[in-house]
């Protein structure tokens, strides 16, 4: 079975532009969940879906935003990028309610702000 | 808040020797713990997991003890390989996320 998929692996983007980060999670997990790493802060919560539901937010400003389609790909963006939003922005599904199944986790998309 | 942290940042240990990795968290409601190896390039990796009404998990080369009285949880890796060579992180579920220890990076030398 395919891991979960995290396109593209590498983003370049210049401070003020927007971005789009796509998903697709292992095939028959209905969960998927946003993370921000980054050295100073670690892993960061954003947001997880579930049945195309946003269910939880974590505390990032309203410049990140995320969907989930009904094949339960998921997408997350970013507008106005500011240089600290630079992390590895990581997804995970899981087949269940995240607290009754452990997360799996795709390679990320390295993201640089200039 | 909550939070769940690593004792050591850092852990080097001699290819074949046991390693040890501690973890301490300080939610006491919370019942499901899991432990992740991420190696460079790449993201986390499930490990193990438990949950609170265990004490010992056993898997391939690894076992997971928890301790709720002291709150604190470990990863014990049998016999480490090169490959084992990553940075490890506890991670503590609190309902609807995982909150994520800083992490330890285990270096195996040969």
């Known amino acids: 079975k395919a891991g979960v998929t995290q396109t593209p692996r590498y983003l370049i983007k210049t401070r003020g532009q927007q971005v789009t980060l796509s998903c697709s999670p292992i095939s028959g997990h209905r969960s998927v969940s946003w993370y921000q790493q980054t050295p100073g802060q670690g892993l960061q919560f954003l947001f997880e879906?579930?049945?195309?539901?946003?269910?939880n937010k974590g505390n990032f400003p309203g410049r990140f935003s995320g969907r989930q389609f009904s094949n339960s790909r998921s997408e997350m963006n970013v507008s106005t990028l500011e240089l600290g939003d630079s992390a590895l922005y990581l997804c995970?599904?899981?087949?269940?309610?995240?607290?009754?199944?452990?997360?799996?986790f795709g390679n990320g998309t390295r993201l640089t702000v200039t | 808040g909550e939070s769940v942290g690593l004792h050591l940042p850092t852990l080097s240990v001699q290819e074949g020797d046991n390693s040890i990795i501690n973890c301490a968290y300080s939610?006491?409601?919370?019942?499901?713990f899991i432990w992740y190896k991420q190696e460079s390039g790449k993201g986390p990796q499930f490990i193990i997991d438990i949950r609170s009404n265990m004490d010992k998990r056993q898997g391939q080369r690894v076992t997971v003890l928890l301790n709720k009285t002291v709150k604190h949880l470990s990863l014990q890796i049998a016999a480490t390989q090169p490959g084992d060579s990553a940075v490890y992180f506890c991670a503590e579920n609190t309902g609807y996320k995982l909150s994520f220890g800083a992490g330890t990076t285990v270096t195996v030398r040969a």
């Open positions: 879906y579930f049945s195309e539901t946003q269910r």
């Open positions: 939610n006491s409601a919370s019942d499901y």
């Open positions: 995970a599904s899981s087949p269940r309610e995240v607290q009754d199944s452990p997360l799996h």
